[in-house]
């Protein structure tokens, strides 16, 4: 694939036998990478009744209009738990599964994986867990009437700790998963998905051979087909599962409550969306994770949080901003943090590179809870992922030609419009460069004032010594060199990818390169592990010498 007319900076990797990979994030990713697919991961869903969310459709629920009660009690809720944990034991016995209790800190998934293994049927129960866990459920509390005096009873939420029914099934269509119920009124229940487990299984439903990668897939005979489907998985599948599995387990509410509009909804508690891409060898999945790792840790400052999850951060976001470096065994985690979600990068199994954007609470996107806005978290999801790579493959790959460079560097003819060069060894144009390289603000652009409050924190003086004045030539001659460009109908500006690509190439030489390597020519850091350019420098210094020696010439002193 063409590179723009870009050299590339590369990778070198020791294999550990002699021989050296050198390639860049972006070639390992276009050219090590075998099977790249992405889809819903997991999601756990919220199984909810709406009219039964306040005192009022509680106390409505058991009066008069509904089952008759003239004064609404709790007390009224416990033959109902009752009779729905004995319709639970009944099931059990009926269908021949363990009701298994669950310890406390005992590993869930290891209880379950032993039951799969003895599982051969398509379909059906594997065992029921319980667990004492909290639960917000209704009290009954007393309250007095202002104009009489008496007391009445009163409906309010309150947590407690309740036994938890967790329903392991297989499903046919959507292989293992859960579906948790509360044993206290009114019953709220949870399920567990994956999506990844139902691409398994309509593959082999197909007959399209393929490899597992733990929950995920390794390789595939037919990946355009895998990927079809993980398209596929969309909310209408997910709801028919739902109510299928709601049909077939105990259910704590009868025919009267479902035909008066007691039912079910869903909504979404959290859901993941993955991009995996698995490598050729796990060597250079590897190397390529590990760089990534040492190029991007700074992607959760909130201007770069604010990129990759397209919304604004300002001082009343809430929540932290921030990227953590998580170690388990010898293989790093890289975790980017934007209210309560986030995103994660690791290298799965020893050979994929896993990028997973998980959404904790769809409000932080301006979305609600109902199953319904699946597209449209879906596409927030992927499209993090994607800006994610694309960040990091920047961010490394940075390079430019040399037209490209002198081009920045020197003045230009633009537009009828002579505009300065940037030039490189101008402190000035380096605190621009590394304003951009913030990616202030770029979803919704930046203005000339919040520029300038970073410029001067950045050149360290005063914010009323670098006037709007010089910000406004400023923003002029990145603009006129293509590294910015202003939204339509507004006075914001954002960064363009060349723009993207020049900050990271300019910062990175002068902070990497220039930087400690005058600093080591001019004895600046004696005491730095690596002399090499200082002793080469005096080598070349004593040889001249030794030269006009030889010629009879006395050197010129300066």
Request: glycine share 8%; with cysteine; charged share 25%.
């Amino acid at each position: 694939m063409a590179n723009g007319g870009r050299t590339k900076v590369p990778i070198v990797c020791h294999t550990g036998a002699g021989t050296m990979i050198k390639q860049t994030i972006g070639e390992l990713l276009e050219e090590k990478v075998v099977l790249d697919i992405e889809g819903i991961d997991r999601m756990y869903l919220n199984l909810y009744q709406p009219m039964l969310q306040t005192g009022g459709g509680v106390s409505t629920f058991f009066r008069e209009e509904h089952r008759g009660a003239k004064i609404t009690s709790t007390a009224l809720m416990s033959p109902m738990t009752k009779s729905f944990i004995h319709d639970i034991y009944s099931f059990a016995k009926q269908e021949g599964v363990d009701i298994v209790s669950f310890d406390k800190g005992q590993s869930k998934d290891e209880v379950t994986q032993r039951y799969l293994a003895k599982f051969s049927a398509q379909e059906g129960v594997l065992y029921i867990g319980k667990a004492q866990e909290k639960f917000n459920t209704f009290r009954t509390s007393k309250k007095f009437s202002v104009d009489t005096g008496q007391p009445f009873p009163w409906l309010m939420r309150g947590m407690v700790m309740c036994n938890q029914y967790y329903f392991y099934v297989v499903d046919e269509d959507f292989g293992p998963l859960f579906i948790k119920f509360s044993s206290y009124f009114p019953y709220t229940a949870r399920i567990c998905i994956n999506g990844h487990e139902y691409a398994k299984r309509q593959l082999a439903i197909e007959g399209i051979e393929f490899e597992a990668l733990d929950n995920g897939i390794l390789s595939c005979a037919d990946p355009v087909r895998l990927q079809q489907i993980l398209d596929e998985l969309d909310e209408t599948k997910i709801e028919a599962l739902v109510y299928k599995w709601l049909d077939r387990l105990p259910d704590p509410f009868g025919r009267e409550d479902h035909e008066a509009g007691y039912n079910y909804r869903i909504s979404i508690l959290q859901a993941e969306f993955s991009r995996t891409q698995v490598f050729d060898r796990p060597l250079s999945g590897r190397h390529l994770f590990e760089e990534v790792i040492r190029e991007n840790l700074d992607l959760g400052r909130p201007s770069k949080v604010s990129l990759i999850f397209n919304r604004g951060i300002n001082k009343r976001t809430p929540g932290t901003f921030q990227t953590r470096v998580i170690t388990q065994g010898v293989i790093p985690s890289l975790h980017v943090s934007y209210k309560s979600s986030k995103i994660k990068q690791y290298f799965k199994e020893d050979h994929a590179l896993r990028t997973e954007t998980t959404i904790n609470n769809t409000h932080d996107f301006g979305l609600g809870r109902s199953l319904e806005n699946l597209p449209e978290l879906r596409a927030i999801g992927f499209a993090a992922n994607c800006r994610l790579l694309e960040v990091e493959t920047i961010s490394q790959d940075c390079s430019l030609a040399e037209g490209v460079f002198e081009q920045v560097t020197r003045p230009q003819i633009i537009d009828g419009k002579r505009v300065s060069g940037l030039r490189f060894d101008d402190h000035r144009v380096i605190g621009l460069l590394q304003t951009l390289c913030g990616f202030l603000l770029l979803p919704n652009g930046f203005s000339n004032s919040s520029m300038r409050e970073w410029m001067a924190q950045i050149l360290g003086i005063p914010a009323d010594q670098y006037s709007p004045g010089r910000m406004t030539y400023d923003l002029r001659r990145l603009r006129l060199h293509g590294l910015i460009e202003r939204i339509p109908h507004t006075h914001r500006y954002q960064v363009t990818e060349m723009g993207t690509r020049i900050a990271f190439f300019f910062t990175k030489i002068h902070s990497r390169i220039f930087r400690p390597g005058l600093s080591q020519l001019f004895n600046g850091c004696p005491k730095a592990p690596n002399r090499m350019i200082t002793t080469a420098i005096n080598k070349l210094d004593h040889a001249i010498a030794s030269l006009f020696q030889q010629a009879k010439l006395a050197p010129c002193k300066t």
